[in-house]
């Protein structure tokens, strides 16, 4: 059974009268990997500054192991942060970067007590044999391991970061997310992690917190908020979405452009309005003959492992990952099996997310001026 570590409890925070977090309601567990997750301003920051005790809240309370940390000064917190501008002290070499905070705690450390601390630290974040190079000399991926080898060494029982690989490029961004990973499990420690990356945040976490707007809007595994997303914003948000309005018109069956669907979900209304959400692979091409729908593809994409297209049902298109290619112009039916299909209730996002028309016609304005006319026929109803 998982420990809980931090809990922040209805905590609000408001800047000059502007709430920028609503209420937040957040539980961390032991040696847990945390993500949040969100757009720039959604108070993702500012969550961890609570947390680091940076920040008080206007109202709420924060724990730490049970107890209550809100007048808790950030240096007696068991928690330590890393920032995206690591800011190294380049007058000083690797070893000595790392020994810092080690140097000034008391009662004061024995000579090789620091020696075997920095040295076991510098083999986890994986430079061993740096420890005489001089900081400035490294590269931007060395530096964040130092940054990140300099707060573990004070053994933290949470470390938190700031979109730590945010001045990386891509490829180093990469190997470090595996490398914070490993780290994190060797260290056997929580690491509250903040970035507006998605893909990172599938690829690290334990549990992803998706923000907006100072609210939380969905916790979960990578795979929850990827596989059920509780609204148009999330299922946006965490990949490519297809997203559309639907009516439950009984559980397990979903209408969408007047055609029936069987899905996997329950417990809505009769005839409710919902939101569909399709992801683009798992809409399979098939034959017009034995589609449920059939569209006109209107653009191709090669992505290397696979072709993007945008297909015209009625006007509103979507987005179809597919390996098989279907050349601009041609009519295609498709087929989504029930697992494809997830329903989302109405919520304050739906209708501004999930509709491929503008990235159509952007597409369509470079590549193919002259794509074909709307022509949707609509085979009669199988379900
Ligand atoms: P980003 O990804 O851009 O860093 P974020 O999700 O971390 O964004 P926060 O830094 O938490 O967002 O900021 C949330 C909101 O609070 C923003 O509108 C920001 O301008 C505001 N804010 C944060 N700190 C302060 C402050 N000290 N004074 C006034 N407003 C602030």
């Known amino acids: 059974m998982p420990k809980e570590l931090i809990r922040l409890a ?36 500012t969550t961890l500054r609570i947390i680091g005790g940076f920040q008080k809240p206007t109202s709420g309370d924060v724990f730490f192991d049970g107890v209550r ?4 000064p950030p240096h007696r917190r068991s928690v330590n942060t890393v920032f995206q501008k690591y800011a190294l002290f380049t007058h000083l070499d690797v070893f000595e970067n790392v020994a810092f905070g080690l140097r000034l705690q008391k ?26 190079r001089d900081s400035s000399s490294l590269s931007g991926g060395q530096q964040q391991r130092v940054a990140i080898a300099r707060a573990l060494v004070l053994r933290p029982k949470v470390l938190l970061l700031d979109e730590p690989l945010g001045a990386l490029d891509l490829r180093l961004r990469k190997d ?39 609210e939380i809007l969905q916790i979960g595994t990578p795979e929850d ?5 509780v609204n148009a914003f999330v299922a946006d948000f965490i990949g490519e979405s297809n997203i559309v309005d639907g009516a439950m018109l009984a559980d397990g069956v979903v209408e969408i452009f007047g055609r029936r669907f069987a899905c996997l979900d329950r417990g809505f209304a009769p005839n409710e309005p919902v939101d569909v959400v399709i992801r683009p692979e798992d809409i399979d091409i098939v034959p017009i003959e034995d589609g449920k729908l059939t ?8 992505k290397g492992v696979h072709y993007d297209i945008i297909v015209d049902f009625r006007g509103f298109k979507w987005l179809i ?32 997310f999930g509709d491929y028309s503008s990235y159509s016609a952007e597409y ?17 109803d199988t379900l």
């Open 10 to 45: 209805n905590c609000t925070m408001a800047f000059d009268g502007e709430v920028v977090l609503n209420n937040i309601e957040l539980s961390i567990n032991d040696k847990e990997f945390l993500t949040l997750l969100g757009p720039s301003g959604c108070g993702k920051t």
């Open 69 to 72: 940390i809100n007048d808790v």
């Open 107 to 132: 009662p004061a450390l024995s000579k090789s007590e620091i020696t075997s601390r920095v040295l076991e630290m510098l083999e986890i974040v994986s430079l061993k044999g740096f420890e005489r």
């Open 176 to 214: 470090m997310q595996n490398e914070l990973k490993r780290i994190q499990q060797a260290m056997d420690i929580t690491f509250v992690y903040v970035t507006h990356d998605q893909e990172e945040a599938l690829a690290m976490s334990d549990s992803v917190v998706v923000m907006d707007g100072g």
């Open 225 to 229: 908020i990827y596989n059920e997303p």
């Open 295 to 302: 569209g006109t593809v209107t653009n191709v994409t090669f």
């Open 321 to 352: 990952q597919t390996t098989d290619l279907s050349p601009v112009g041609t009519k295609i039916g498709v087929k989504i099996d029930p697992d494809g299909i997830h329903i989302m209730k109405k919520s304050r996002y739906s209708g501004m």
């Open 364 to 380: 369509d304005d470079i590549s193919d001026a002259d794509a074909v006319p709307e022509d949707v026929s609509v085979p009669e």
